[in-house]
């Protein structure tokens, strides 16, 4: 089962690896990983998205509180939070081809962001699920270079008085 | 009753310091150290560490540094002293083989909660990363095994950087930290005060147990037939022993004690029934497992306690008692989680379950005492007295020799340190210390030495194997040069005996790779080649004699025990097997008809 974790921490050297090492150790591979700033200067947030039972990010999530640098864990899903991703892709066009793309491209909000002789580049802010269909919808013209910055997520107003209640089980 | 604590309920040994002004960082830390109330310290020096060992020379202070012969006896001192007196345990090591020699103490110090401030030297920050000379990463290597680490960039960080060591240290589940410090950062100067207050952002380890959580826990005690407190060493951590007896004296109910709480309830006291799991016996173990309701408190269901998880306690509810709440429901699901200090939760259920009693709601718990009784008084530990000298005889003797005496033992890790947990009586808290968790040959030695350093007047014996002591013996020189007196019992088979067993009982005899050798080295005269006092014991009749002349000597001193090789532990629950099923000597074994 997939989980996104979205890991509060404090902006020191180090923070990453100790959090990445919980999940290295466990053996549990880490799919999707994104890394920035935040609200505030000396927090960084990490969201990273691990395929694992729910005991495992149960007894993960317990154990990134006990790193004295993290502040906050929250798991996400999908129906509770908004995530995003962006994604840079080139992919063959030649000069006949390009019409066809850059319309097929605008249905998965992809953006033309550079112009080759026989390639396009385009970008894309959505959700993971979009940027794969839109991937695939690519892939018969040639995928020169893909790379996507790994997700972000970011609670719903709607649903922050109704957060699960399930992490805080512990009185 | 309530049991004697000797050491203070909550040792703060916290000094205001009055120290301030310029000075460098190397001196910086010594002063921390003071304000700490650290007394004494262990390690050996090197190049990237020599700063602070210059300054240990050049300023006046009161820690006290011994030199010891190898960092991972410094890391296991440290442990002695800390699981002796419940304060911080303080180690330092060089740069690169320094720090990598301190890996087994810390690990072993991880495993088992307790607090230490590792300090070691860095080569100076322009070179890290380069490979310098006895450069490695050293809070990488130590990341996994610590509560928490410091590399020191700026000189000026250094005081808060060890006040938030010492308190991230002792405070919530102890465990140790590590300060890598760089040698230029050393040798630079700065404006040095001891912050007063400690502000960490994400560290919050003061919990109290929530009073609906602590009145349910209080009211299944009441409804069960057939209730156990299953204490683990989290109750000597939280420095919540007496309020464990009162708790427990107010619930009348059997108290299982693990490895690492033996002495943290009185092994004599008549509710205890002591030690449960792999080599636990079998009333402790049916006890566990009959059980209805578990009351966990600072005990973590690892498998050499429970066996086959899915076997272990099956109609048992659970109540689990921690400071920890990764540790809750990690192996076993908690019916009743309650996360909090021990100190502060105890005495609200003992409160909350005298008030139910006052209510006249409480389920008899008659005829379960009377059947743990039974199983008791039917299935003891037992051995036989023919052959050889048995490791038993000899743990019986210290036993009962000693038994006036105010002793704290340590042992290595094996069979002799199963014995010794069988046969041994510990009254007392942090009275028996041991490598529970890491399981580390060559903790004994130098644990025995940093336990006798805190307490000079006490007699501190090590049960060691003749195995273990051979991984740290080089600490009889740190023993004899400071005259710590501390004896070292070999428990000697001729073999990595506890290996053996397994291969004895689980790999048809092929005994591969553990023939020791009884006769090398020559443990009486390696001994008197340290200076210390060498003796030796072949048979029953001489037992007595070298354990009073080793006490009365107050000298270092080895004894060589030549014990049975072919004796094996018994209970045991094979690993992985369900601990309702033990097995046992043939000769021992009408208690099948019993088998629960
Ligand atoms: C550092 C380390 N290496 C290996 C082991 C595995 N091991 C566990 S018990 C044991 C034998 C210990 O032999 P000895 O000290 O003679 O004790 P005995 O079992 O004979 O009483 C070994 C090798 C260990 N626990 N620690
Ligand atoms: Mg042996």
């Known amino acids: 089962m997939n989980h996104t974790l979205s890991v509060l921490v404090e902006n020191q050297p180090g923070v990453l690896t100790r959090v990445a090492s919980l999940f290295a150790r466990r053996g549990f591979n880490i799919e999707s990983l994104a890394v920035g700033p935040t609200e505030r200067e000396d927090w960084s947030r990490i969201t990273l998205r691990v395929d694992c039972s729910q005991h495992s990010i149960d007894q993960v999530v317990k154990q990134l509180y006990k790193l004295i640098n993290v502040l906050k864990v929250n798991e996400m899903t999908s129906d509770d939070a908004i995530e995003r991703e962006l994604m840079l892709v080139r992919v063959t066009a030649q000069p006949k081809d390009r019409a066809d793309i850059i319309r097929l491209a605008e249905v998965f909000g992809g953006r033309v962001c550079d112009v080759g002789p026989t390639s396009l580049m385009f970008e894309a802010i959505e959700h993971p699920d979009t940027l794969y269909a839109f991937e695939e919808i690519l892939k018969p013209y040639g995928i020169k270079e893909l790379v996507r910055t790994g997700r972000v997520a970011m609670r719903k107003a709607t649903t922050e008085r109704t957060r699960s209640s399930r992490m805080r089980v512990l009185a | 009753m309530s049991a004697t604590n000797p050491v203070p309920a909550m040792p703060d040994a916290r000094k205001r310091t009055t120290t301030t002004g310029e000075m460098t960082g190397a001196e910086a830390v010594i002063r921390c150290l003071e304000a700490e109330g650290v007394d004494i310290c262990w390690g050996i020096p090197g190049g990237a ?27 296991h001192m440290a442990q002695g002293y800390a699981r002796a007196t419940g304060r911080v345990g303080v180690c330092i090591g060089t740069s690169g083989p320094g720090a990598t020699n301190l890996v087994t103490p810390v690990a072993d110090a991880f495993l088992d909660s307790t607090p230490l401030v590792v300090i070691t030297g860095q080569v100076p920050t322009h070179l890290i990363g380069s490979d310098a000379f006895q450069e490695a990463d050293t809070t990488g290597i130590f990341m996994p095994i610590v509560k928490h680490s410091y590399l020191v960039t700026d000189v000026r960080d250094i005081p808060r950087v060890f006040r938030e060591a010492f308190h991230i240290a002792s405070t919530g589940r102890p465990g140790p930290v590590l300060v890598d410090i760089p040698k230029d950062i050393a040798n630079q100067t700065l404006n040095f005060t001891y912050p007063e207050t400690v502000e960490i952002a994400g560290y919050k380890p003061n919990r109290t147990g929530h009073p609906l959580q602590v009145e349910a826990a209080a009211e299944a005690i009441a409804r069960s037939r057939r209730p156990v407190l299953y204490v683990g060493g989290g109750v000597l951590n939280a420095h919540a022993t007496d309020e464990l007896a009162t708790f427990a004296e107010a619930v009348q109910v059997p108290v299982v004690t693990t490895l690492m709480a033996k002495g943290a309830f009185p092994d004599s006291h008549p509710l205890c029934v002591g030690l449960p799991g792999m080599h636990g016996s079998k009333f402790a173990n049916w006890t566990m497992n009959k059980a209805d309701l578990l009351v966990t408190i600072g005990a973590r269901f690892d498998d050499r306690v429970t066996g086959k998880l899915d076997t272990f306690a099956p109609g048992a509810k659970i109540i689990h008692i921690d400071i920890d709440p990764a540790e809750i429901s990690k192996n076993r699901h908690a019916d009743i989680p309650i996360v909090g200090e021990l ?37 003891p530990f037992r051995y036989r007295r023919v052959g050889p000298l048995k490791t038993q005889y000899v743990m019986e003797r210290f036993r009962d020799l000693l038994a006036d005496r105010d002793v704290i033992y340590t042992t290595g890790v094996g069979q002799h340190q199963m014995w010794a947990a069988q046969w041994l009586k510990i009254e007392r808290p942090r009275h028996f210390i041991t490598s529970g968790g890491l399981g580390t040959m060559g903790f004994g030695v130098p644990a025995a030495i940093g336990a006798q350093m805190a307490f000079p007047e006490k007699t501190v014996v090590n049960i060691d194997g003749d195995g273990c002591f051979q991984m740290t013996a080089q600490e009889l020189a740190t023993a004899v040069s400071y005259n710590v007196p501390a004896i070292h019992a070999i428990l000697n088979n001729g073999w990595l005996g506890m290996v053996r067993q397994w291969q004895q009982l689980f790999h048809d005899e092929r005994y591969s790779e553990t023939l020791l050798n009884a006769n090398l080295p020559d443990y009486v005269k390696l001994a008197e080649a340290f200076g210390a006092l060498g003796l030796r014991a072949e048979t029953e009749e001489e037992v007595d004699a070298v354990i009073m002349q080793a006490v009365e000597s107050r000298r270092p001193c080895v004894i060589d025990f030549r014990v049975d090789h072919d004796e094996k532990v018994y209970p045991m629950v094979p690993a992985g097997g369900s601990s309702a099923e033990m097995i046992d000597e043939p000769w021992d074994n009408e208690w099948v008809e019993d088998g629960v």
């Open chain 2, 343 to 379: 100190k502060q939760v105890l005495p609200a259920l003992t409160a909350s379950y005298l008030e139910l009693r006052s209510q006249d709601r409480i389920v008899s718990k008659r005829e379960w005492k009377d059947q743990v009784e039974e199983w008791r008084f039917k299935h």
């Open chain 2, 49 to 75: 560490i020599l700063p602070l060992y210059d300054a240990f020379a050049r300023v006046e202070h009161t820690v006290k540094h011994v030199l010891v012969r190898h960092e991972q006896g410094a890391g």
